[in-house]
Structures are given as C-alpha cells and as structure tokens.
C-alpha cells in the first residue's frame, strides 16, 4: 500500500503531551493517527463523542467580569430588579414582542 504525506497544524503543548502518552503506549504518534483513521473509516464515524463541554470555573469569572465592566462603563450597574424589568417591558414594546 503506496504511503503519503499528511501536515496537520497542532497547538505546541497538545502536540507533546499526545507525544509522551502514544510513547508510554508503545506508539508513534503516526501509529496513533493511522489508527484513528481507520476507526473512522471502519466505523463510519468519529470514534468518540464530541460535544460542548460546560465553561472552566475561570472562563465563567472572566466573562462575569466582563459583563460588570461593561454595565459599569453604559451606566447600567447600579438598576434595581424594577428597573430592569421596565426596561425589559419598554423593548419588547418597542420591537412589538
């Protein structure tokens, strides 16, 4: 079976640790790759779930900061619980929802 070349872009970290676990495996990370592929073919699918995973704890923080930044910077972080709900009424209103 004739081989060929394949180039992938793989971050720099991911790529060493997926080196150091297919080494402690016993294989080359070639090996690892050719295996996969033909899981995929043979199966017709991806052989293993991908789905989203839930936010990291910092990632939740981080965009909580940013989300207080920005009601600080347009005057909004000070509303009472009243006056969100009016405000919420006054736009639905207004786009007629």
Known sequence: MAQTLMSIRIDEDLKKDFEEVCTRMGLSMSSAINV????????KRIPFEICLMD????????????????????????????????????????KNL
């Open 36 to 43: 996969f592929a033909k899981t995929v073919v043979r199966e």
């Open 55 to 94: 936010s990291s704890r910092e990632e939740a923080k981080a965009a909580l900061s940013q989300i207080r930044d920005y009601a600080k910077k347009n005057g909004t972080s000070e509303m009472t619980m009243e006056e969100i709900d009016e405000e919420i009424k006054s736009y639905r209103k207004e």
